[in-house]
C-alpha cells in the first residue's frame, strides 16, 4: 500500500507492509530490520509507549515513493516525552 501525505496516528501508519530499520549503531534488536507490520508495529508501540505520553504521537508522510509493490517515505514523527519535553524527528 503506497502511502498518502497527511497526519497519520501510530495505528493508522502500522496497517500497511512494513519493514523498519534505524540507525545502524544501535543494538540489532533495536536497529532492525523489523519485518512485518506485527514487527513494526510491536517494536514503535514499545518504545513510543515507554517513553511518550500517550496518544501525543503523529506521523507525518513527507513524501513517498513508489507502489503497491514497494515504497519508501519520508516522514515527520511527533510526540511529548512523560517528563513534558516535545520530540521531533524526520
Known amino acids: 500500500m ?8 501510530i495505528g493508522e501508519w502500522c496497517s500497511c507492509t512494513l519493514t523498519w530499520r534505524v540507525n545502524h549503531s544501535l543494538a540489532p534488536n533495536i536497529a532492525g530490520p523489523h519485518v512485518g507490520k506485527e514487527a513494526v508495529c510491536a517494536f514503535n508501540e514499545a518504545v513510543f509507549t515507554k517513553f511518550y ?38
Do not use: Q
Open 2 to 9: 503506497a502511502l498518502n501525505r497527511g497526519l497519520a496516528s
Open 53 to 90: 505520553e500517550s496518544g501525543s504521537v503523529t506521523v507525518e508522510i513527507l513524501d513517498d515513493i513508489g507502489d503497491e509493490a514497494s515504497s519508501v517515505v519520508r516522514m515527520l514523527v511527533r510526540a511529548m516525552s512523560r517528563r513534558g519535553n516535545p520530540y521531533s524527528v524526520e
